[in-house]
């Protein structure tokens, strides 16, 4: 077993390709205030990014080159690179950083009522909407008023494929880390339409709240720590928290009755918690998330309006 020493730095850089196709939290809001109207299918895509300051800073602390050789190693003593990594891996199964893509149908149950499916970047997710505020009607019998208000929640799982693209995945024989975590987002949205029934698209904003509830776990495989004349395997262990975030955001709608392109911004702020790594560390992790995305959005069905 050979001794470690580090690398000069630029995970930053490396990150950004590695987690080209990871999966990242579904956090943003796209929808405005008013809701599918009953018979309505509402049919898009979104393309976007998760850029998130307490995952980038920790990966900035480690390099390919280092992770590259302590994967080469037979065995491997626990040393601060292995802290270092072990760190990195929480804090971005805490809010994966990297571009998103996801595909959606919304369907109008009812009068200020509608439902939907999204699958985003690994990620099943769904929600529903009430509309508080604001007409029911459609483009061809609207109603009276052009603001909106709605209230939402949706629900998102992702399973242990979190850290599959990231270049820190080489460390799994190593330290064999394992992350799932399931996402609740409450969403209260204001908006005002362009034209009648947002016929022309529309801008909405409002205030999001999110938690998060997590579980994640090591189980080294080829990770020893020296005691004294002795050499032991570091011990594995599970652990489980949840968090809070809360954000802002604005987006809008452009087209016109059928086709329609959404542009979005997402803030969030949250205070991660703390986290026991390996040989009984533990550190505490907050940061901010800013969440773009670009979409486009097909409406079908005339609706019926109440």
């Given at each position: 077993?050979?001794r470690?020493?580090?690398?000069?730095?630029?995970?930053?850089?490396?990150?950004?390709?590695?987690?080209?196709?990871?999966?990242?939290?579904?956090?943003?809001?796209?929808?405005?205030?008013?809701?599918?109207?009953?018979?309505?299918?509402?049919?898009?895509?979104?393309?976007?990014?998760?850029?998130?300051?307490?995952?980038?800073s920790?990966?900035?602390?480690?390099?390919?080159?280092?992770?590259?050789a302590?994967?080469?190693?037979?065995?491997?003593?626990?040393?601060?690179?292995?802290?270092?990594?072990?760190?990195?891996?929480?804090?971005?199964?805490?809010?994966?950083?990297?571009?998103?893509?996801?595909?959606?149908?919304?369907?109008?149950?009812?009068?200020?009522?509608?439902?939907?499916?999204?699958?985003?970047?690994?990620?099943?997710?769904?929600?529903?909407?009430?509309?508080?505020?604001?007409?029911?009607?459609?483009?061809?019998?609207?109603?009276?008023g052009?603001?909106?208000?709605?209230?939402?929640?949706?629900?998102?799982?992702?399973?242990?494929?979190?850290?599959?693209?990231l270049?820190?995945?080489?460390?799994?024989?190593?330290?064999?880390?394992?992350?799932s975590?399931?996402?609740?987002?409450?969403?209260?949205?204001?908006?005002?339409?362009?034209?009648?029934?947002?016929?022309?698209?529309?801008?909405?904003?409002?205030?999001?709240?999110?938690?998060t509830?997590?579980?994640?776990?090591?189980?080294?495989?080829?990770?020893?720590?020296?005691y004294?004349?002795?050499?032991?395997?570091?011990?594995?262990?599970?652990?489980r928290?949840?968090?809070?975030?809360?954000?802002?955001?604005?987006?809008?709608?452009?087209?016109?009755?059928?086709?329609?392109?959404?542009?979005?911004?997402?803030?969030y702020?949250?205070?991660?918690?703390?986290?026991?790594?390996l040989?009984?560390?533990v550190?505490?992790?907050?940061?901010?998330?800013?969440?773009?995305?670009?979409?486009?959005?097909?409406?079908?069905?005339?609706?019926?309006?109440?």
């Open positions: 077993m050979r470690f020493f580090p690398f000069p730095h630029y995970a930053w850089v490396l990150v950004l390709l590695g987690a080209m196709a990871g999966c990242t939290a579904p956090r943003s809001v796209i929808n405005s205030g008013k809701v599918t109207a009953p018979g309505q299918i509402r049919v898009g895509f979104n393309a976007g990014g998760n850029i998130a300051t307490s995952p980038l920790q990966l900035d602390d480690i390099t390919k080159a280092a992770v590259d302590l994967a080469r190693e037979d065995s491997v003593y626990y040393n601060s690179q292995i802290d270092v990594a072990s760190k990195a891996l929480v804090a971005y199964a805490l809010d994966p950083v990297g571009p998103t893509f996801d595909f959606y149908v919304r369907y109008g149950l009812a009068p200020r009522f509608d439902v939907g499916y999204k699958y985003a970047s690994g990620a099943h997710v769904l929600d529903a909407m009430y509309q508080f505020m604001g007409p029911t009607g459609t483009f061809d019998n609207p109603g009276a052009d603001w909106y208000g709605s209230v939402g929640i949706q629900y998102a799982g992702q399973q242990s494929g979190i850290i599959n693209k270049f820190l995945n080489k460390l799994q024989p190593v330290i064999g880390f394992t992350a975590r399931r996402d609740v987002v409450i969403p209260l949205i204001f908006s005002k339409s362009f034209g009648v029934e947002e016929e022309k698209g529309h801008i909405a904003f409002g205030a999001v709240y999110n938690h509830f997590i579980k994640y776990g090591f189980e080294p495989g080829r990770l020893f720590k020296k004294g004349e002795d050499i032991v395997r570091v011990d594995a262990f599970t652990e928290n949840n968090f809070p975030s809360f954000g802002i955001f604005v987006n809008g709608k452009i087209g016109y009755r059928y086709v329609y392109l959404l542009p979005a911004l997402t803030m702020y949250q205070n991660y918690g703390s986290y026991p790594l040989e009984n560390n550190y505490s992790f907050s940061g901010m998330t800013i969440i773009p995305s670009l979409g486009l959005q097909f409406q079908f069905g005339a609706g019926k309006s109440k």
